[in-house]
């Protein structure tokens, strides 16, 4: 298996403009988490889907960030319009949870991709 | 709110010592509890899932413990190596809901 797939892994970019994080969750996962990594506050949940719905978006930072997952195999994170204080490196995973409910737990292990190393000037 | 502490925040020992990372957490209604690895520049990889039923897990040279009453997880390193350096991170999962809460991680250095 492939594992857990981001791009574009690194990016620069000005304060101001959009940018967009894409993710490609292990084939067979039905919960996709995208998370935020920083030296000051270590890595945050910001939002997680159970079969493509958000469960839980109380993560976001704030109405510049939005996040979709139109199908099983991919999902993006939107920040728009960026600022340098959104620089961090951001994960995706996934998983495979219970699929007796969006809201109960899966003991299974969640799996990382590398990560897209963003930077906002 | 769960809360999960992490000390020490670095360690550096010479190559063959076992040691032992610790990982505390305020709320005991766990349903599992994870150790990871994350090398610089990469993501987090899984080393060990222990359910909250159980108390520990082993997988090669590592062994991670759960005292789920008293908030606490370790996680033992024996013998050592350079290549075992890395930050490494717990994260637990409570009961009801799916994400994880990570705690700030122990960076580790195994010196030759």
């Known amino acids: 298996d492939a594992g857990v797939i981001q791009s574009p892994r690194h990016e620069v970019t000005e304060m101001g403009q959009e940018v967009t994080l894409r993710c490609k969750p292990i084939s067979g996962h039905n919960s996709l988490f995208w998370y935020r990594q920083t030296m000051m506050r270590g890595l945050e949940l910001l939002i997680y889907?159970?079969?493509?719905?958000?469960?839980?978006d109380s993560g976001m930072p704030e109405d510049r960030f939005s996040a979709k997952m139109p199908n099983a195999s991919f999902s993006t994170l939107k920040i728009q319009p960026s600022e340098p204080r959104d620089s961090a490196v951001y994960f995706c995973?996934?998983?495979?949870?219970?699929?007796?409910?969006?809201?109960?737990?899966?003991?299974?292990?969640?799996?990382f991709g590398e990560g897209s190393w963003l930077t906002v000037v | 709110k769960q809360e999960v502490t992490q000390i020490p925040a670095a360690l550096s020992v010479p190559e063959g010592e076992n040691l032992v990372l610790n990982c505390s957490f305020t709320d005991s209604a766990i349903y599992n509890l994870q150790w990871f690895r994350q090398d610089p520049g990469k993501g987090l990889t899984s080393l060990l899932l222990?359910?909250?039923?159980?108390r520990e897990q082993t997988s090669g040279r590592l062994n991670a413990s759960l005292d789920k009453s008293s908030g606490r997880s370790t996680l033992y390193i024996a013998a050592s190596q350079p290549g075992d350096s890395a930050t490494y991170l717990c994260a637990v999962k409570n009961t009801g809901f799916q994400k994880l809460v990570f705690g700030t991680g122990t960076r580790l250095l195994v010196s030759p």
């Open positions: 889907f159970n079969n493509n719905v958000p469960i839980d």
């Open positions: 222990i359910q909250s039923s159980q």
């Open positions: 995973a996934s998983s495979l949870a219970a699929r007796f409910g969006v809201r109960r737990d899966s003991g299974n292990t969640i799996y």
